[in-house]
């Protein structure tokens, strides 16, 4: 079994920032891509920030130049640092991994609970 745990989330004002984390635990093989997902109110989940086992990564247009995701391969945790925060930031985060349990399996999506990032205007 897999878990994914988040933190980090919480109430900033326009201009601040925020580090959000999420470790994953259980029975891993081997953690492929891991990314970052948010979901606004009545919107749909659209991706945040990935980044590969390689270490590339890829953002969403509205978040280039103000987030930054990295992770950290030992501790089998993904970051997300956000910067220069604003309104139209505020959603719910998921963390997101592609996780092998087993030499053998095939790799699956594994999401977390969700954190809730509200920046105030």
């Known amino acids: 079994q897999v878990q994914l745990v988040e933190s980090g989330g919480g109430l900033v004002q326009a201009g601040e920032s925020l580090r959000l984390s999420c470790a994953a635990s259980?029975?891993?093989?081997?953690?492929?891509?891991m990314g970052w997902y948010r979901q606004a109110p009545g919107k749909q989940r659209e991706l945040v920030a990935g980044?590969?086992?390689?270490?590339?990564?890829n953002y969403a247009d509205s978040v280039k130049g103000r987030f930054t995701i990295s992770r950290d391969n030992a501790k089998n945790t993904v970051f997300l640092q956000m910067n220069s925060l604003k309104p139209e930031d505020t959603a719910v985060y998921y963390c997101?991994?592609?996780?092998?349990?087993?030499?053998?399996?095939?790799?699956?999506?594994?999401w977390g609970q969700g954190t809730q990032v509200t920046v105030s205007s």
């Open positions: 997101n991994a592609a996780i092998r349990t087993r030499i053998w399996s095939s790799s699956y999506d594994y």
């Open positions: 980044v590969t086992d390689g270490g590339n990564t």
């Open positions: 259980g029975s891993i093989f081997v953690i492929n891509n």
